[in-house]
Protein backbone atom coordinates (compact mmCIF):
# COMPACT_ATOMS: atom_id res chain seq x y z
CA UNK A 1 0.00 0.00 0.00
CA UNK A 2 1.52 3.26 -1.38
CA UNK A 3 1.58 6.08 1.80
CA UNK A 4 2.72 9.74 1.10
CA UNK A 5 2.99 11.50 4.51
CA UNK A 6 3.85 15.33 4.63
CA UNK A 7 4.90 17.19 7.49
CA UNK A 8 6.43 20.61 8.81
CA UNK A 9 3.42 22.57 7.89
CA UNK A 10 2.76 25.59 10.12
CA UNK A 11 2.34 29.42 10.85
CA UNK A 12 4.82 31.35 9.41
CA UNK A 13 5.35 35.47 8.57
CA UNK A 14 5.52 36.93 5.67
CA UNK A 15 9.11 36.83 4.02
CA UNK A 16 9.63 33.27 6.45
CA UNK A 17 10.93 29.89 5.42
CA UNK A 18 9.65 26.27 5.99
CA UNK A 19 10.59 23.29 5.16
CA UNK A 20 7.74 20.46 4.06
CA UNK A 21 8.33 16.95 4.03
CA UNK A 22 7.03 13.38 2.61
CA UNK A 23 7.85 10.29 3.60
CA UNK A 24 7.35 8.04 1.08
CA UNK A 25 6.37 3.69 1.49
CA UNK A 26 4.73 1.28 -0.61
CA UNK A 27 6.74 2.63 -3.70
CA UNK A 28 10.06 2.04 -5.48
CA UNK A 29 10.35 5.93 -4.85
CA UNK A 30 13.61 6.18 -7.12
CA UNK A 31 11.01 5.28 -10.13
CA UNK A 32 8.66 8.15 -9.45
CA UNK A 33 8.53 11.50 -10.11
CA UNK A 34 7.59 13.25 -6.88
CA UNK A 35 5.82 16.74 -6.94
CA UNK A 36 4.14 19.34 -4.67
CA UNK A 37 0.71 20.80 -5.30
CA UNK A 38 -1.32 23.20 -2.97
CA UNK A 39 -4.92 24.05 -2.23
CA UNK A 40 -6.04 27.30 -0.90
CA UNK A 41 -9.74 27.78 0.34
CA UNK A 42 -12.11 28.39 -2.43
CA UNK A 43 -9.52 27.22 -5.04
CA UNK A 44 -8.74 24.30 -7.16
CA UNK A 45 -5.84 22.45 -6.84
CA UNK A 46 -2.68 23.75 -8.44
CA UNK A 47 0.80 22.22 -8.87
CA UNK A 48 3.72 23.89 -7.13
CA UNK A 49 6.94 21.75 -8.77
CA UNK A 50 8.21 18.04 -9.29
CA UNK A 51 11.56 16.60 -9.55
CA UNK A 52 11.86 13.87 -12.22
CA UNK A 53 13.03 10.37 -11.50
CA UNK A 54 15.02 10.11 -14.75
CA UNK A 55 17.48 12.64 -14.24
CA UNK A 56 16.85 14.63 -10.89
CA UNK A 57 15.30 17.79 -13.05
CA UNK A 58 12.72 19.91 -12.02
CA UNK A 59 10.21 21.70 -12.83
CA UNK A 60 8.37 24.77 -11.10
CA UNK A 61 5.36 26.89 -11.37
CA UNK A 62 5.93 30.87 -12.06
CA UNK A 63 4.20 31.90 -9.19
CA UNK A 64 6.94 29.85 -6.62
CA UNK A 65 9.94 30.08 -8.89
CA UNK A 66 13.15 31.30 -7.55
CA UNK A 67 11.76 30.95 -4.17
CA UNK A 68 10.94 27.60 -3.73
CA UNK A 69 12.94 24.64 -3.88
CA UNK A 70 12.09 20.45 -4.28
CA UNK A 71 15.03 17.84 -3.60
CA UNK A 72 14.74 14.39 -2.88
CA UNK A 73 17.57 12.07 -0.88
CA UNK A 74 17.53 7.78 -0.84
CA UNK A 75 15.93 7.76 2.13
CA UNK A 76 12.73 7.92 0.44
CA UNK A 77 12.00 11.92 1.58
CA UNK A 78 11.01 14.28 -0.78
CA UNK A 79 11.66 18.22 0.13
CA UNK A 80 10.03 21.36 -0.21
CA UNK A 81 12.18 24.78 1.32
CA UNK A 82 10.02 27.58 0.57
CA UNK A 83 11.76 30.73 1.09
CA UNK A 84 10.65 34.30 0.84
CA UNK A 85 7.16 33.20 1.91
CA UNK A 86 3.67 35.48 0.45
CA UNK A 87 0.27 35.89 2.39
CA UNK A 88 -0.73 34.20 -0.86
CA UNK A 89 1.41 30.94 -0.75
CA UNK A 90 -1.52 29.81 1.95
CA UNK A 91 -2.73 26.77 1.20
CA UNK A 92 -2.99 23.23 2.25
CA UNK A 93 0.16 21.56 0.47
CA UNK A 94 -0.12 18.26 -0.89
CA UNK A 95 2.32 15.71 -2.07
CA UNK A 96 2.57 13.15 -5.10
CA UNK A 97 3.78 10.77 -6.84
CA UNK A 98 4.02 9.98 -10.69
CA UNK A 99 5.44 7.07 -12.34
CA UNK A 100 5.54 9.25 -15.58
CA UNK A 101 9.52 11.16 -15.83
CA UNK A 102 7.72 14.49 -16.72
CA UNK A 103 4.43 14.27 -15.45
CA UNK A 104 1.32 16.49 -16.21
CA UNK A 105 0.73 19.78 -14.43
CA UNK A 106 -2.56 18.91 -13.86
CA UNK A 107 -3.65 17.07 -10.47
CA UNK A 108 -6.31 15.14 -11.84
CA UNK A 109 -3.03 12.53 -13.60
CA UNK A 110 -0.64 11.86 -10.80
CA UNK A 111 -0.76 8.36 -9.57
CA UNK A 112 -0.66 8.85 -5.34
CA UNK A 113 -1.54 11.61 -3.27
CA UNK A 114 -0.35 12.56 0.34
CA UNK A 115 -3.46 14.25 2.58
CA UNK A 116 -1.94 17.43 2.85
CA UNK A 117 0.03 19.64 5.76
CA UNK A 118 -1.35 22.97 6.07
CA UNK A 119 0.65 26.17 5.57
CA UNK A 120 -0.12 29.64 6.73
CA UNK A 121 1.29 32.74 6.05
CA UNK A 122 0.66 36.06 7.92
CA UNK A 123 1.49 39.52 6.73
Known amino acids: QVQLVESGGGLVQAGGSLTLSCAAS????????MGWFRQAPGKEREFVGFISWSDGRTSYADSVKGRFAISRDNAKTLNLQMNSLKPEDTAVYYC?????????????????WGQGTQVTVSS
Open 26 to 33: GLTFSRYT
Open 96 to 112: AADKMIFPSYSSGNWDY
